[in-house]
Nanobody, 124 residues
Framework: QVQLVESGGGLVQTGGSLRLSCAAS????????MGWFRQAPGKERKFVAA????????YYEDFVKGRFTISRDNAKNSVYLRMNSLKPEDTAAYYC????WGVGSWSAREYDYWGQGTQVTVSS
């Protein structure tokens, strides 16, 4: 079992920055990959970024490359998503997820546990 709790969302102006955090508990954090997804109202959940268990590899969806950075601190059982140059189209609920058996997939179906989400709203 893995429990995930996101934090750090909020309201920010276009061009601003936020740092999302996801605290994990339960299974040994350093043994599994992590991902971030987002979901806007009325739309499907979309992959944002993923990181391997060791943090040696990261993956990003094209629309966030160069603006978002995923990282993890295994000593703190946490994964982060640094978001810079935010745009109104980044507005969504952001979810962290644990991929117990893979390296961090783009597919939501590969993830085993999910957090409750944190809302990010970017005003124009």
């Amino acid at each position: 079992q893995v429990q995930l709790v996101e934090s750090g969302g909020g309201l920010v102006q276009t061009g601003g920055s936020l740092r999302l955090s996801c605290a994990a508990s339960g299974r040994t954090f350093s043994s599994y990959a992590m991902g971030w997804f987002r979901q806007a109202p009325g739309k499907e959940r979309k992959f944002v970024a993923a990181i391997t268990w060791s943090g040696d590899k990261t993956y990003y969806e094209d629309f966030v490359k160069g603006r978002f950075t995923i990282s993890r601190d295994n000593a703190k059982n946490s994964v982060y998503l640094r978001m810079n140059s935010l745009k109104p189209e980044d507005t969504a609920a952001y979810y962290c997820a644990a991929d117990l058996w893979g390296v961090g997939s783009w597919s939501a179906r590969e993830y085993d546990y999910w957090g409750q989400g944190t809302q990010v709203t970017v005003s124009s």
